[in-house]
């Protein structure tokens, strides 16, 4: 599964539409900040919510934006000399065995 940044945008009425990272953002804001809220919770207008999730949305767009950006631009898996067991081998004669490390230098494998 790729990682992506996604989106969510908030129509007038309060609806939201949710994607990717930025949503797993915004609805961990949303739990957290709505409590928060006068009353401990969003208002029950659909109109009145909707400047609030916006707000919410953006930060989430943006901070999903910025982190997937990071991840996939930086990120890297190292396979080295003392790292085995990174997958299981398909022997049926010795099922899931750890496989052996390379012997080699530190290896950077970027992670996309």
Do not use: C
Not at 21 to 39: I, R, S
Not at 67 to 88: C, D, F, M, S
Not at 100 to 110: E, Q, T, Y
């Amino acid at each position: 599964m790729a990682l992506t940044a996604g989106s969510v945008t908030i129509a007038a009425d309060g609806t939201e539409t949710k994607s990717g990272a930025a949503q797993t953002y915004y609805d961990l804001l949303k739990a957290q900040m709505a409590p928060l809220l006068p009353g401990g919770a969003e208002p029950a207008d659909g109109a009145a919510k909707a400047p609030i999730r916006k707000a919410w949305a953006a930060f989430a767009n943006v901070l999903a934006s910025g982190l997937v950006t990071e991840i996939t631009t930086n990120a890297k898996a190292r396979v080295g000399p003392a790292v085995a067991g990174l997958q299981k081998t398909p022997n049926p004669n010795n099922p899931d065995t750890a496989t052996a490390a390379h012997g080699g230098a530190n290896v950077d494998l970027p992670i996309v």
